[in-house]
């Protein structure tokens, strides 16, 4: 009998600290969310005054895991730095068209010299892109292992980067001749070529399978996008604007 009635209970507490998005990243909101603070995340959190401090649960999930893999696989690198998330209850993020529900995140890419920004800068403190290539401090081959790890660990369909940023990511796949393997193309795929992405990328999530007035996106086009990256920028225009 005892057992009978903890597991409804349990039930019930769970779903009541659920979070939930609830419509488009660029016209929603976000119910029963925590800050990164609140939860211990394990970030780096920048830009702590602008407030935009919550997600969902599933993207928590998405930065502890992401942090954990970067722990486990580059013992040496700097701690995963994250801007704007959104703020308590969603809804407009000045400065951004999205990140309103809780499913998008700003990541500084991976560095060269394992630099990490003090969390009371006002903006980012480096662009990662020099005469249209990336810099020598964008560490290619960390990045790459991140974005695939992402794909693959975590309902990430879309992570927005700087054009050149891609087209380095498609040579580098094609130079190591791994352009025609799955789990590449599932990554090329993901990455979508967008302008003021140049100090950070941004990681977007599916919306969670329970959060029923989350508004689905189409899926990007199949393939890696490798062959036609400017039809591709203006496609992705569209869709998004940090
Ligand atoms: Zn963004």
């Not at 394990?42 to 969902?56: D, E, H, N, S, W």
């Not at 974005?147 to 940023?165: E, H, T, W, Y």
Request: glycine share 6%; aromatic share 8%.
């Amino acid at each position: 009998m005892k057992n009978l009635l903890f597991i409804p209970i349990f039930l019930v507490i769970g779903r009541l600290h659920a979070s939930e998005a609830i419509g488009f990243y660029s016209k929603g909101s976000l119910l029963g969310a925590q800050s990164v603070f609140e939860r211990g995340t394990p970030i780096q959190k920048l830009f702590v005054a602008r407030k935009r401090l919550y997600t969902t649960d599933e993207m928590h999930n998405t930065l502890s895991i992401a942090s954990e893999f970067i722990k486990n696989e580059f013992p040496d690198s700097e701690i995963l730095q994250v801007g704007d998330l959104s703020e308590r209850l969603g809804g407009e993020a000045i400065g951004h068209a999205s990140h309103q529900n809780g499913l998008d995140a700003d990541i500084v890419y991976l560095r060269r010299n394992k630099y990490v920004q003090s969390p009371d800068a006002s903006n980012w403190d480096e662009d990662f892109i020099s005469n249209s290539r990336p810099s020598k401090n964008f560490n290619t081959e960390r990045n790459f292992l991140l974005f695939k790890f992402l794909v693959k660990n975590a309902a990430v369909p879309r992570i927005f980067v700087d054009a050149s940023i891609k087209k380095l990511l498609c040579q580098f796949a094609k130079d190591n001749g791994e352009i025609t393997h799955p789990e590449t193309i599932a990554t090329l795929r993901a990455l979508r070529p967008q302008d003021l992405h140049r100090t950070h990328f941004h990681l977007r999530m599916n919306c969670p399978v329970n959060d029923h007035e989350c508004v689905l996106q189409s899926a990007p086009q199949s393939g890696s996008g490798c062959d036609d990256l400017s039809i591709l920028l203006e496609a992705s225009a569209e869709l998004h604007s940090c």
